[in-house]
């Protein structure tokens, strides 16, 4: 039996923007100056996120009942807060915006075979997988 195999990709984008009210700062609070916010205060908070993600691979039979997965994919993904009506104490305007960017790549080899064992029992499959990250 000759191997069939077939080449596939696939990849994902999204983009979005959230904002939401937190939970009232009273004036005396320890994160409160009251020159600031005499009367204490609501922050709100925006999250802007974007992210991506490509993958690709070759999957097929190669011969004895053996199904392969051989893929690989690459993501990042990068988030940003943003605090309207808000304020750090502990780091003034030194704060930091941005809060998160990473990259996330991802290998992975995938392989399946169905076993006879009989005819009083069900075929079965066997399946073995490995994958690497790196963070």
Same mark, same amino acid.
């Given at each position: !039996?000759?191997?069939?195999?077939? *080449?596939?990709?696939?990849?994902?984008?999204? /983009? &979005?923007?959230?904002?939401?009210?937190? =939970?009232? %700062?009273?004036?005396?609070?320890?994160?409160?100056? *009251?020159?600031?916010?005499?009367?204490?205060?609501?922050? %709100?908070i925006h999250v802007y996120d974007e992210d991506f993600q490509v993958a690709g691979g070759?999957?097929? /039979?190669?011969?004895?009942?053996?199904?392969?997965?051989?893929?690989?994919?690459?993501?990042?993904?990068?988030? /940003?807060?943003?605090?309207? =009506?808000? +304020?750090?104490?502990? !780091?003034?305007?030194?704060?930091?915006?941005?809060? +998160?960017?990473?990259?996330?790549? +991802?290998?992975? !080899?995938? #392989? #399946?075979?169905? *076993? #006879?064992?009989?005819?009083?029992?069900?075929?079965?499959?066997?399946?073995?997988?490995?994958? &690497?990250? &790196?963070?």
């Open positions: !039996m000759a191997a069939t195999l077939e *080449l596939y990709s696939f990849g994902t984008y999204s /983009k &979005r923007h959230a904002a939401g009210w937190l =939970t009232y %700062r009273n004036p005396a609070a320890l994160n409160n100056i *009251l020159g600031i916010y005499p009367e204490g205060y609501i922050p %709100r070759l999957r097929g /039979k190669i011969g004895g009942g053996i199904h392969v997965d051989l893929s690989t994919s690459y993501a990042q993904d990068e988030v /940003k807060y943003a605090q309207t =009506t808000s +304020l750090n104490p502990s !780091m003034g305007p030194a704060s930091p915006d941005p809060f +998160l960017s990473r990259q996330d790549p +991802l290998r992975r !080899m995938d #392989q #399946q075979s169905r *076993l #006879q064992q009989g005819a009083r029992y069900r075929p079965r499959r066997a399946a073995v997988g490995r994958g &690497r990250r &790196r963070i």
